[in-house]
């Protein structure tokens, strides 16, 4: 396994509409190493998602969530991996919500998504799954894969006025939602 590097905005990559694993490719051993990497990597990083762009693979891939062991799980949100993943919302309300971004290092915004959503995918065998999710887990789910449409946060963002940096975002923010 190994830990990637991870592509930053401004790169194309990122900006990119990336591409459908066909089943044979993602049975192909560099597919799986690729997948287990992107784990290892968002781990490594704190991170709790991770899309295939930003790891310079403009591929439909994204894995979320904490392995069983980690202590920081506080939403409860499992480990999981979606191939070609699609989402439809179950609820015409959005909530705004505080995102950050690996490839936007140091930054925090409120978005606003979907409460709650449902998402089809494969599971790595080519399996296809279906998810129904809610919370932080369902904001998680729409960020990455606005990652495989080349989608970034800020382009989300209604008002750019809670754009902050990270020290700023614990001086001012944080603490006035605790
Ligand atoms: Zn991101």
Redesign the pocket.
């Known amino acids: 396994m190994a830990i990637l590097k991870v592509s930053r905005m401004g790169h194309p990559v990122l900006r990119q509409q990336a591409k459908a694993l066909t089943p044979g490719q993602l049975r192909q051993p560099a597919t799986q190493q690729l997948l287990d990497d992107m784990v290892e990597t968002m781990v490594d990083y704190e991170?709790v998602?991770?899309?295939a762009p930003?790891v310079y693979q403009s591929l439909r891939l994204i894995v979320l969530g904490y392995p069983d062991a980690d202590p920081r799980n506080p939403d409860d949100i499992p480990l999981t991996l979606c191939i070609n993943p699609e989402w439809v919302s179950l609820s015409d309300e959005k909530e705004l919500g505080w995102?950050?971004?690996?490839?936007?290092p140091d930054l925090r915004g409120q978005v606003p998504r979907s409460r709650e959503v449902v998402v089809r995918a494969l599971d790595r065998r080519g399996k296809p799954f279906t998810l129904k999710a809610g919370g932080f887990m369902a904001r998680i789910l729409q960020?990455?894969i606005?990652?495989l449409d080349g989608v970034?946060?800020p382009d989300r963002m209604e008002n750019l006025g809670t754009l902050s940096f990270l020290e700023e975002y614990y001086r001012y923010w944080q603490k006035s939602e605790d």
Request: proline share 0%; charged share 20%; with cysteine.
């Open positions: 991170g998602g991770l899309a930003q995102e950050g971004c690996l490839s936007i960020h990455e606005d990652h970034l946060f």
